[in-house]
C-alpha cells in the first residue's frame, strides 16, 4: 500500500487549497478513505472521511461547511478541497487508509495558513 498526498502550501486565510492523495498497492475501490492532520504539539485527528464509492461522508465540526472530501476510484485519487482557510487549519495533512486491519499513512503534505 502506497500513498501520495501533494497539494499542500502558504495560502492566505480565506484562501483555498485541493489536496490530493493517490493511492496504490489495494483495490482503491473497496476501501473508505480518510484525510487526517497533526499540528504542531497537537495530536493528530480526522478532518475528513469518504466510504468506498463516495456515497457518503463525514466531517469535523472545524471543518464544516469549508472542507469537503471527494474521490475519483478511476485515478485511484482522493482530494480534499479546503476553502474559507483559517490559521488554525495549518498542519500536516495525512491521506489514511485501513487494509485489513492495519492503517496506512501516506509522507502527509504541510499547509499554512497565514493570517
Known amino acids: 500500500v502506497q500513498l501520495v498526498e501533494s497539494g499542500g502550501g502558504l495560502v492566505q486565510a480565506g484562501g483555498s487549497l485541493r489536496l490530493s492523495c493517490a493511492a496504490s498497492g489495494f483495490t482503491f475501490s473497496r476501501y473508505g478513505m480518510s484525510w487526517y492532520r497533526q499540528a504542531p504539539g497537537k495530536e493528530r485527528e480526522l478532518v475528513a472521511a469518504i466510504t468506498s464509492a463516495g456515497a457518503s461522508t463525514n466531517y469535523a465540526d472545524s471543518v464544516k461547511g469549508r472542507f469537503t472530501i471527494s474521490r475519483d476510484n478511476a485515478k485511484n485519487t482522493v482530494y480534499l478541497q479546503m476553502d474559507s482557510l483559517k490559521p488554525e487549519d495549518t498542519a500536516v495533512y495525512y491521506c489514511?487508509?485501513?487494509?485489513?486491519?492495519?492503517?496506512?499513512w501516506g509522507q502527509g503534505t504541510q499547509v499554512t495558513v497565514s493570517s
Open positions: 489514511n487508509v485501513e487494509v485489513r486491519w492495519r492503517d496506512y
